[in-house]
């Protein structure tokens, strides 16, 4: 059995977009080290402000990653939106997916999605809408060998 967890969260990362967007591909370098080493796969958003996150894998790989995500000061209010066992995997071949809508882009279906109130009332119904968004904007393309960035 594989457990996903999908949360959202409000982004700690300071300074100019620029330097945010710098600061997640970090964030995204380190995540797809460790998650190719666990066997988790999943997909990442920053959008202004915020973080949403799907993550699969079995527990006990994904239990200890997962701690330490949560304790991770580059964000906080973690609201987990879905905690489930599924038979399959919605990412197979994503050690991490990103996607992100660059400020101004409000016609992209992720600036619709309502993450403060997800923030503090999201559940099932909201972990299932940003399921479909990640997985439409990430279906059309293959895993790059260097596991690359995708900006919608
Ligand atoms: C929004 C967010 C998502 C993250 N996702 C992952 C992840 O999928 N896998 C992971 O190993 N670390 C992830 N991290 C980073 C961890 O919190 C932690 O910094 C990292 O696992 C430490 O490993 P390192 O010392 O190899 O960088 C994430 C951090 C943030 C803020």
Do not use: C
């Not at 380190?30 to 894998?57: D, M, P």
């Not at 409000?106 to 990640?134: K, M, N, V, Y």
């Amino acid at each position: 059995m594989i457990t996903r967890i999908v949360y959202v969260s409000r982004s700690r990362l300071n300074g100019s977009p620029q330097d945010q967007e710098r600061q997640t591909r970090r964030i995204l370098a380190s995540a797809r080290t460790n998650n190719r080493r666990a066997h988790l796969t999943g997909a990442l958003t920053f959008n202004e402000g915020f973080f949403a996150q799907a993550l699969e894998g079995s527990v006990n790989d994904l239990a200890p990653i997962f701690e330490r995500i949560r304790g991770d000061s580059r964000h906080s209010n973690m609201k987990i939106l879905e905690h489930v066992q599924v038979e399959q995997r919605l990412f197979p071949t994503w050690s991490m997916a990103y996607v992100n809508t660059p400020t101004g882009q409000e016609r992209h279906p992720l600036a619709h999605f309502a993450f403060e109130s997800a923030l503090t009332d999201g559940t099932a119904p909201e972990a299932e809408q940003l399921l479909r968004i990640l997985r439409l904007n990430i279906m059309a393309l293959s895993q790059p060998a260097d596991g690359g960035a995708v900006q919608l």
